[in-house]
């Protein structure tokens, strides 16, 4: 097998920081000082320093009385559903969650009830026809088409039927509200009944994730979640890595900035080629392929011009809706991503 380097347009590192030589040597430091691994849960003795600032500095940061950290995104969202909500309750997710959201809620025991696809007014009427306590799961960026829950309204929403609402914000988390993520942007709290998950595997370059809420929620978490209980706690030297990210990612906004030029640019070209362009306005940018066999075309006809770009087929995504998935990152530059979409429109024009 021959290499080829690849310009790839598919890495979730949306600010650039996963291979930044402060973030690299953070982790290096970190690991001299505290070995590669935790050695124990949380709450055995792998709890230490660094898990402990992060927390704080993540707390902080998003505004919450405190943050608990999770080994993935993953087993926050199964730990956060399956503690907060009794078994009679009831889960209310939108259709297109991430799996791991789905996964959470069928694990909870409780009932779980989908609406479409931000179907708001849908999702009042099952709040008002559940008998028992509800959540309400949502991904702030929705994972394959980058477009965006209306948080606004689902917090008017569980607060006036007295529900939790967990905003997955993987997406969002570094990048939107100036970095403090999605709730942010919408000028709402991370406290009361409004929980909030964020992933350190995407924006800040590392590793693992998540949940800021109120001390009650925190606390819950802690003597119940399983997923936070019975798991090895992260790396120390990955907690000191992310301090690294999370400074740079508050110092260094050309990093947003450069995001957005880049967003705006490809959604510019791509229309002027008539690409198949979503209403999405972050870097998520899926051109939507139409059958699995087409999508895999493109893709493959993009490899060949040096460009990676993965189909996303179903079951992933709805049958019919194959997709070229296009993360940006600031670490594009303009002509990049011009040699991106001439790619492309040749592409798109010569797939069967
Ligand atoms: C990536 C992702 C997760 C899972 O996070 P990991 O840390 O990779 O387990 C959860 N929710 C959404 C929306 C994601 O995109």
């Known amino acids: 097998m021959g290499h080829r380097t690849l310009l790839s347009f598919c890495s979730n590192d949306y600010l650039g920081?996963?291979?930044?030589?402060?973030?690299?040597?953070?982790?290096?430091?970190?690991?001299?000082?505290?070995?590669?691994?935790?050695?124990a849960s949380h709450l055995v003795s792998g709890h230490c320093t660094p898990h402990h600032r992060l927390e704080q500095e993540l707390a902080e940061f998003v505004g919450s009385e405190r943050a608990l950290l999770?080994?993935?995104?993953?087993?926050?969202?199964l730990g956060v559903i399956t503690t907060l909500l009794p078994r009679q309750g009831t889960v209310l997710e939108d259709k297109l969650n991430h799996a791991s959201l789905l996964d959470a809620a069928r694990c909870s025991r409780a009932r779980v009830q989908r609406f479409r696809h931000r179907d708001y007014a849908r999702l009042e009427k099952m709040m008002q026809q559940a008998n028992a306590e509800c959540l309400v799961s949502t991904d702030a960026v929705f994972s394959m088409d980058g477009d965006l829950a209306d948080l606004k309204t689902l917090h008017a929403l569980a607060t006036r039927h007295s529900a939790w609402l967990l905003v997955d914000d993987a997406h969002g988390f570094g990048v939107?509200?100036?970095?403090?993520?999605?709730?942010?942007?919408?000028?709402?709290?991370?406290?009361?009944n409004t929980v909030l998950m964020g992933t350190l595997g995407k924006a800040l370059g590392t590793f693992g994730a998540f949940v800021a809420g109120s001390?009650?929620?925190?606390?819950?978490?802690?003597?119940?979640?399983?997923?936070?209980?019975?798991?090895?706690?992260?790396p120390p030297a990955v907690a000191e890595a992310t301090r690294t990210s999370l400074r740079l990612l508050q110092q260094e906004d050309w990093r947003r900035q450069q995001l957005q030029t880049v967003i705006d640019l490809f959604r510019q070209r791509a229309a002027e080629q008539a690409l198949p362009l979503t209403e999405s306005t972050t870097a998520i940018q899926p051109l939507i392929a139409g059958s699995a066999e087409r999508a895999l075309a493109i893709?493959?006809?993009?490899?060949?011009?040096?460009?990676?770009?993965?189909?996303?087929?179903?079951?992933?995504?709805?049958?019919?809706?194959?997709?070229?998935?296009?993360?940006?990152?600031?670490?594009?530059?303009?002509?990049?991503?011009q040699q991106l979409v001439d790619a492309l429109a040749r592409a798109f024009a010569e797939a069967p």
């Open 176 to 192: 939107l509200g100036d970095g403090r993520g999605s709730l942010a942007a919408n000028a709402l709290a991370v406290a009361d």
């Open 299 to 337: 893709s493959r006809a993009l490899e060949q011009d040096g460009i990676l770009v993965p189909a996303i087929r179903p079951p992933t995504v709805p049958t019919g809706s194959a997709r070229l998935r296009i993360t940006l990152s600031a670490l594009h530059s303009e002509q990049q991503v």
């Open 17 to 39: 920081l996963a291979a930044d030589h402060r973030v690299i040597e953070a982790l290096q430091r970190g690991a001299e000082q505290y070995g590669v691994g935790s050695g």
């Open 215 to 234: 001390v009650e929620v925190i606390e819950t978490l802690v003597q119940q979640a399983r997923t936070y209980i019975y798991t090895t706690a992260l």
């Open 70 to 77: 999770f080994s993935t995104g993953y087993m926050a969202n």
